[in-house]
């Protein structure tokens, strides 16, 4: 295998796949925007960026950089930022990527891509039809089309990986907070919740994305990715209360009422994700690739 370029190497998922690459003895370049010992620096991933440098010598590219989903959008044209920052530079560094001979792009676009909810017994698969609902979801279905056109025309190969909520040691935002909520030892209130939710541990995505770096039949497709368990709000929060080391308490409020609290307190969209199933089918991803999740990864996590 040939040297591989990480960007977003200092964040949650670039830290780890640079960990296990490094692990591995795989050839590794990371680049991030904060100056960390042994990754290289890039002033930013803007449109006017010269990646040059950090592309001689580079067979693959693992791009990881994004402006990620905002719980609390405060941009009068949020649209526009995702776009700058999702598609425009991330055409920026795949030009030159090909230009510089770089064989294989793998693009790490979101779950939200294909939407936000599926119907029960209706998992999402990489052959959907696109339908983002929010900027951020847009902007990586952007992305992956105008990758896809630039492969096209230069031949440098393109992977996509679509993962839904990614956790593991260190994971911040939403499942940082549920872990919060399950170590209060508040009870679950989503008793009363059947959905079924699909996740994936940093580690079983890192896996993955080694597997697509040199997989024939991984060059110019669209993969989704999960643990292959799905678990409801519920399941997940009682998992995340015994981890914690306290007994599990629930009380059973009807959906109609979360919804009801989410419209008081403006967080419709944060109860909507709570209470909808979001499931997606790796059927694919495993038999193309030959490849399954660990089950040896997962809760607990400290």
Sequence with gaps: MGMSLITGASGFIGSHLIEEMLRRGLPVRGVTRQAVPGLLTVPSYGAEVDWSACLEGIDTVVHLAARVHVMRETASDPLALFRASNVVATLNLAKQAAAAGVRRFVFVSSIKVNGERTEPGRAFTADDPPNPQDPYGISKAEAETALMELGRQTGMEITIIRPPLVYGPGV?????????????????????????????????????????????????????????????????LQKLTIDAGRNPRSVGFPPRLLHAIGALSQRQKAVARLTENLQVDISETCEVLQWRPSPSVGLPLK
Excluded: Q, Y
């Design 172 to 236: 911040r935002g939403n499942f940082r907070s549920m872990m919060k909520w399950a170590a209060s030892g508040m009870p679950s209130i989503f008793a009363a919740v059947k959905n079924k939710r699909s996740f994936v541990h940093v580690e079983n995505l890192c896996d993955l994305l080694l597997v697509v770096l040199d997989h024939p039949m991984a060059a110019n497709r669209a993969f989704l990715v999960s643990d292959g368990e799905d678990l409801s709000t519920h399941e997940l």
